[in-house]
């Protein structure tokens, strides 16, 4: 079971919202909006996208992390590399 799943339906939620987001980039480049309201818009997506990746990492680390190191051993050694890997690429991001 995914840690998330308690949260699914409100993450896809904003996963729909930042979708919505997206498609309305598309919509301002194909009618020619100012370059500076469009970067304003795509910084707002970003800052969205990121957010989401911030609070599925958290459930991740609450629900799968923790429950691997509570067992010990090379799963929890596993999941605390993961973890850490996958922070390393939200940093670099």
Known sequence: ??????????????????EGQVRGLQRMVEEDQYCID??????????ALQSFALALLDEHM?????????KGGAEADAKIKEASQAIARLVRS
């Open 62 to 70: 609450a629900h799968c992390v923790a429950d691997a190191t509570a």
């Open 1 to 18: 079971m995914a840690g998330y799943s308690d949260t699914k339906q409100e993450h896809l939620r904003r996963l729909r919202r930042i």
């Open 38 to 47: 469009i970067l304003t818009q795509v910084s707002a997506a970003s800052r």
